[in-house]
């Protein structure tokens, strides 16, 4: 007798911010994998075409409109999604968005929204979902952080906080969970080429990598792709019962010189 039940053969993943970069390719390689997969995003054109591309290869997804600063539409999100693929055994939080003003420069409702999504984001999302997985004995939920938490970086102060309260949710969170069978992962991202920053100006791009490089946190100019972190969070959510990857971090490898 093992002394926990193996992942059921059926595992229905949500996955926000699936319209694009981590999250668009964490929703393609589970449901290659043979996850019946839900897509939230609110470009949820994005989320049907992705959708119904990964359906012609005979997958089961279904997409849904989400903002996950509105805390109806995450309601209507998980129960649409649960109404059209069953209740969900994995969640993967994705969603999310980055601004690079300076702390002082950023007036306290742009430092607010980010924390609505990152951070309260996330928690509108894991209180609609986790209550039924604590019932059914078993569940998933990855939520992806940043490497921002262990090294900081300029320009991103709101978003810093967020991914810091995050981390500190996450972690409270698997001690209140602990022999639950309900799993939360946190998986923490180094630079990935993705949508992310990609509506700066120029001019604030150059700036930005500037204060990396003065502060020594671009040591090489490999990114990674979405596709390295999906990898990861399908590791980590396929991990057999009996062992929880706690916090992941992922970074680019660098080229030999
Ligand atoms: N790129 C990096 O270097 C990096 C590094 C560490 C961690 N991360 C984290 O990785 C996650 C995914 O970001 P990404 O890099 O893949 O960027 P991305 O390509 O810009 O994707 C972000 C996704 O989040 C969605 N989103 C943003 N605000 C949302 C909201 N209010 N409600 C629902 N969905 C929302 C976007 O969709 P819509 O605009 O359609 O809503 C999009 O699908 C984020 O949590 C980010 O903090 C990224």
Redesign the pocket.
């Known amino acids: 007798m093992p002394r926990f039940e193996p992942h059921p053969s059926r595992r229905p993943a949500l996955v926000?911010?699936?319209?694009?970069?981590?999250?668009?390719a964490t929703a393609t390689l589970l449901a290659a994998r043979g996850h019946p997969v839900a897509l939230?995003?609110?470009?949820v054109e994005?989320c049907r075409e992705l959708a119904e591309t990964l359906a012609k290869d005979g997958a089961e997804v279904f997409a849904h409109v989400?903002?996950?600063?509105d805390s109806g539409s995450v309601e209507r999100f998980v129960a649409a999604s649960a109404a059209a693929l069953g209740a969900p055994e994995i969640v993967v939080s994705?969603?999310?968005?980055?601004s690079a003003e300076r702390v002082h420069e950023l007036d306290s409702a742009g430092f607010a929204a980010q924390l609505q999504?990152?951070l309260v984001?996330a928690h509108r999302l894991v209180s609609q979902v986790v209550p039924g997985m604590v019932r059914n004995g078993r569940g998933d939920v990855v939520l992806?952080?940043?490497?921002?938490v262990r090294a900081p970086r300029p320009r991103m102060g709101a978003?810093v906080a967020a991914?810091n309260g995050l981390e500190g949710m996450a972690r409270t969170m698997q001690m209140e969970l602990e022999g639950t069978g309900v799993r939360v992962s946190i998986v923490?991202?180094?630079?990935?080429?993705?949508?992310?920053?990609?509506d700066w100006d120029p001019q604030t791009t150059g700036e930005v990598l500037e204060d990396w490089v003065r502060w020594g946190l671009a040591r090489h100019p490999y990114?990674?792709k979405?596709e390295n972190?999906a990898a990861v969070i399908a590791a980590v959510v396929e991990t057999p019962r009996g062992t929880h990857l706690t916090l992941v971090e992922v970074q680019p490898e660098a080229r030999s010189r």
């Open positions: 926000t911010g699936a319209s694009s970069g981590i999250g668009a939230g995003a609110r470009r994005r989400l903002d996950v600063a994705g969603a999310g968005d980055v999504v990152h984001g992806v952080s940043s490497d921002v978003y991914k923490r991202p180094g630079p990935t080429m993705t949508g992310m920053g990609m990114f990674l979405p972190v």
